[in-house]
């Protein structure tokens, strides 16, 4: 794909048949769309007027295995940019997805169900989650990304009205998070079931990133089942964050709000150095650390992981 191909950017007529995706790639063995192209989506057209549930994704893949998506730049997604759904063996490389900061949910790339998948020397400039690394994924790479603005790299929202729902492997190296909301997170629903394991940040550059660090077990979203009181919890296990230099806007660094009886365990945080971002006046950062069995070696800042319910956490983000 080397020129350009547009959505025609009327919701109304796409409406009428409530497809999900504008561009669909199903049920494929051995896929491979290269080129230099656009793909823009003009969603412009459906941000003030649909609701999020309605819009469609740019482009979806669903039971693809062994494909390849690279080199295209997609502009304005309706909703998030690129869907991966129960996939196996996928790289994709050297995108571009692009739309305004404060566009509503357009995700650059949703996994879930999907085994084998690379991310690979790309740049994702979206109003929403960079990378979501969602249920039923496992072995995930992701190399050499930039991200900003947005949500920055998150494992989840798992767990959601006590869904068992499992991630593991994913290692996510060489990216930086420029002017995004958060860095690498992973947020868990209270009442939920399965895991989030064997996780590693490395090497992750941080311009003006407002919460860089952030494990949250007890994740709620507009008010939705945000009991912290209940029975379960799922788990957090086997996460490294190693390597992380740069600045940071918010006022709490590294945030690892653990639900009291499953705690976050096997927690390592390793030459982690966070200064203030001179445009935030460099105030002192703080860390906010509750039920989490942490191994810390080279932190820039005092993270004292209390197991009380002294204080609250600082405020949802
Ligand atoms: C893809 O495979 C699934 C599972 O076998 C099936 O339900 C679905 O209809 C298939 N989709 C298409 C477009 O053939
Ligand atoms: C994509 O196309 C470019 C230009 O033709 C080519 O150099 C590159 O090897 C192709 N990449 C893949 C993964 O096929
Ligand atoms: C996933 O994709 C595979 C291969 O295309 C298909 O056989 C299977 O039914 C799909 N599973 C689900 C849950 O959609
Ligand atoms: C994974 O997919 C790539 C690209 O289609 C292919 O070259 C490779 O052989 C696949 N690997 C396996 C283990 O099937
Ligand atoms: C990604 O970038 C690295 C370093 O520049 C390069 O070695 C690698 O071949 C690239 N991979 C792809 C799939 O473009
Ligand atoms: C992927 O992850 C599973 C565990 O979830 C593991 O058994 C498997 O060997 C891994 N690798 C591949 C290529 O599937
Ligand atoms: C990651 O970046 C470091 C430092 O720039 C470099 O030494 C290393 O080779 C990179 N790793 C990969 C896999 O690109
Ligand atoms: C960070 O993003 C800003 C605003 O888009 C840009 O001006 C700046 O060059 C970026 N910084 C780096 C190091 O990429
Ligand atoms: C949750 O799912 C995982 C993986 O599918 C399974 O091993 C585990 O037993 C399930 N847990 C419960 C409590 O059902
Ligand atoms: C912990 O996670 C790392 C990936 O960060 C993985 O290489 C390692 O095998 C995991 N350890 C265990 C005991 O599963
Ligand atoms: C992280 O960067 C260091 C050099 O700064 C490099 O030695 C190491 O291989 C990098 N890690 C990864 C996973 O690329
Ligand atoms: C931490 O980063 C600051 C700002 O970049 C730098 O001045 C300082 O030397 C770094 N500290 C360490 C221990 O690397």
């Given at each position: 794909?080397?020129?350009?191909?547009?959505?025609?950017?009327?919701?109304?007529?796409?409406?009428?048949?409530?497809?999900?995706?504008?561009?669909?790639?199903?049920?494929?063995?051995?896929?491979?769309?290269?080129?230099?192209?656009?793909?823009?989506?003009?969603?412009?057209?459906?941000?003030?007027?649909?609701?999020?549930?309605?819009?469609?994704?740019?482009?979806?893949?669903?039971?693809?295995?062994?494909?390849?998506?690279?080199?295209?730049?997609?502009?304005?997604?309706?909703?998030?940019?690129?869907?991966?759904?129960?996939?196996?063996?996928?790289?994709?490389?050297?995108?571009?997805?692009?739309?305004?900061?404060?566009?509503?949910?357009?995700?650059?790339?949703?996994?879930?169900?999907?085994?084998?998948?690379?991310?690979?020397?790309?740049?994702?400039?979206?109003?929403?989650?960079?990378?979501?690394?969602?249920?039923?994924?496992?072995?995930?790479?992701?190399?050499?990304?930039?991200?900003?603005?947005?949500?920055?790299?998150?494992?989840?929202?798992?767990?959601?009205?006590?869904?068992?729902?499992?991630?593991?492997?994913?290692?996510?190296?060489?990216?930086?998070?420029?002017?995004?909301?958060?860095?690498?997170?992973?947020?868990?629903?209270?009442?939920?079931?399965?895991?989030?394991r064997n996780i590693l940040f490395e090497n992750i550059?941080?311009?003006?990133?407002?919460?860089?660090?952030?494990?949250?077990?007890?994740?709620?979203?507009?008010?939705?089942?945000?009991?912290?009181?209940?029975?379960?919890?799922?788990?957090?296990?086997?996460?490294?964050?190693?390597?992380?230099?740069?600045?940071?806007?918010?006022?709490?660094?590294?945030?690892?709000?653990?639900?009291?009886?499953?705690?976050?365990?096997?927690?390592?945080?390793?030459?982690?150095?966070?200064?203030?971002?001179p445009s935030s006046s460099e105030r002192n950062l703080?860390?906010?650390?509750?039920?989490?069995?942490?191994?810390?070696?080279?932190?820039?800042?005092?993270?004292?992981?209390?197991?009380?319910?002294?204080?609250?956490?600082?405020?949802?983000?």
């Open positions: 794909i080397d020129g350009r191909i547009e959505a025609l950017g009327k919701p109304d007529e796409w409406l009428k048949d409530r497809m999900e995706c504008l561009l669909c790639f199903e049920n494929v063995t051995g896929l491979l769309v290269n080129g230099s192209g656009l793909i823009h989506g003009h969603g412009e057209a459906w941000w003030d007027s649909v609701s999020h549930s309605h819009r469609p994704r740019t482009v979806r893949f669903n039971g693809v295995i062994n494909m390849v998506y690279n080199g295209l730049t997609q502009k304005n997604s309706p909703k998030n940019h690129i869907s991966v759904h129960n996939c196996t063996n996928a790289t994709l490389s050297n995108l571009h997805l692009i739309a305004p900061g404060d566009s509503p949910n357009t995700d650059g790339i949703d996994v879930s169900l999907s085994n084998g998948l690379q991310i690979l020397n790309s740049s994702i400039e979206t109003g929403d989650d960079c990378i979501a690394i969602n249920s039923g994924s496992r072995n995930i790479s992701i190399a050499r990304v930039a991200c900003g603005p947005g949500h920055g790299i998150s494992i989840g929202s798992l767990g959601r009205d006590g869904a068992n729902e499992t991630v593991e492997n994913v290692k996510v190296w060489n990216c930086s998070f420029n002017g995004t909301q958060n860095g690498a997170r992973i947020k868990t629903w209270a009442g939920g079931l399965g895991f989030a550059t941080l311009i003006d990133a407002d919460n860089p660090i952030v494990i949250d077990q007890h994740y709620c979203n507009g008010g939705h089942d945000c009991d912290h009181d209940k029975k379960t919890a799922v788990g957090v296990s086997n996460v490294t964050f190693r390597y992380f230099e740069g600045t940071c806007t918010g006022e709490t660094a590294i945030k690892l709000d653990c639900d009291k009886k499953t705690r976050c365990r096997k927690i390592v945080m390793d030459h982690i150095n966070i200064t203030s971002s703080n860390s906010y650390c509750r039920f989490a069995d942490v191994v810390s070696r080279f932190v820039s800042v005092d993270l004292s992981c209390l197991d009380s319910e002294d204080c609250l956490p600082p405020a949802p983000y």
